[in-house]
């Protein structure tokens, strides 16, 4: 397997830097994805945030917006900040992006989704990405997709994440918007096999090695995103036996981890410091008795150290 084929799914109120450090200590190799931005956010916020740490590369920036001329503004201000990619969040189906007319809905504006990209490479010469759906509602037809990877890959795209599944617009929530509907690899596989000449990574409900042994070379990647944040320590079976990482304990995991964001915990809670090490311990007996300890220190403000205490069952 080719370890670089790994992919992070983008993820909000998940993705960000510190889950990203313990993601990369894991790691080396997989491809890292910050959560979702959208280009006002981008604009307004302290640009400090978005830094790239160099440990992080390979990272793609994911931006949210449906005006050309804010996506443009964003490229040109992604250039100081060092990311590797651009991708574009076309599958996201929460009633907020939709009445904002960005995410899942511009599946239906291939046209506005092709000048989004010319307005991003007139700016800056890094690649452009879209993350997308296999369609809209129950419809499974996938000409919706088709015709918005004729328009984009015209436009200069030539990586496409398909989630594969539809997405509901009609109010259902995100996280239902997740499971339902199922999922339709074999779509996915049709258009992966139509195009050649273009990227594609699988995406939705890639849990297990079975899974990932199926279809890793089959696509050009895999993206994972809820089976790598429950339990992180997976990415160690994925990478199994490649020259990525040493087998890692779960303790010398933590002391990376918190080794690797003490520059960085300064002015910070210990729930955003702490909040994604939950899955530490996912599936084996020190589970429960781990989170009580994390839960405590979290909410106690307790000195971090007192997790380097902790002993596995
Ligand atoms: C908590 C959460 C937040 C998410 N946020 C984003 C996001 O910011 N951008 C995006 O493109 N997808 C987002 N997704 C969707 C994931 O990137 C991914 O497409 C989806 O979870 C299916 O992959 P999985 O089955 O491997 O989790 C989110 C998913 C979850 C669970």
Not at 22 to 39: A, G, V
Request: with cysteine; charged share 25%.
């Amino acid at each position: 397997m080719n370890i670089s084929q790994i992919h992070l799914a983008p993820m909000v109120g998940r993705t960000d830097f510190f889950f990203r450090a313990l993601i990369r200590i894991l790691s080396k190799e997989i491809n890292l994805y910050t959560e979702m931005i959208t280009c006002d956010t981008f604009i307004h916020t302290d640009r400090k945030d978005y830094k790239v740490h160099p440990e992080e590369h390979f990272i793609a920036i994911q931006l949210a917006g449906s005006k050309p001329e804010m996506f443009s503004k964003c490229a040109s201000m992604v250039k100081d900040n060092h990311y590797d990619e651009i991708n574009i969040n076309v599958g996201c189906p929460s009633s907020k992006v939709v009445k904002g007319e960005f995410g899942a809905c511009l599946m239906k504006s291939p046209d506005l989704l092709a000048e989004i990209i010319q307005s991003i490479k007139s700016q800056v010469d890094l690649p452009v990405s879209i993350k997308t759906r296999l369609g809209l509602d129950y419809d499974e037809d996938l000409s919706l997709l088709i015709e918005l990877i004729d328009k984009t890959s015209e436009a200069g795209c030539r990586k496409f994440i398909i989630h594969a599944r539809n997405a509901i617009l009609g109010g259902m929530s995100p996280k239902k918007n997740r499971s339902i509907p199922s999922i339709r690899y074999h779509d996915a596989l049709q258009i992966k096999n139509k195009y050649p000449h273009l990227q594609f990574i699988l995406n939705g409900e890639i849990n297990d090695l079975e899974t990932i042994g199926m279809y890793v070379e089959t696509f050009d990647g895999l993206m994972i995103g809820r089976k790598i944040y429950d339990d992180p320590m997976f990415l160690q079976n994925i990478y199994r036996g490649s020259n990525d990482m040493p087998k890692l304990s779960r303790t010398e995991v933590l002391d990376m981890y918190l080794q690797t964001i003490s520059p960085h915990m300064k002015g910070k809670s210990n729930y955003i410091l702490l909040r994604h090490l939950f899955g530490l311990h996912y599936n084996t007996p020190s589970s429960k008795k781990w989170k009580k300890l994390l839960h405590e220190v979290i909410q106690e403000e307790q000195s971090i150290n007192r997790l380097l205490e902790f002993k596995e069952n």
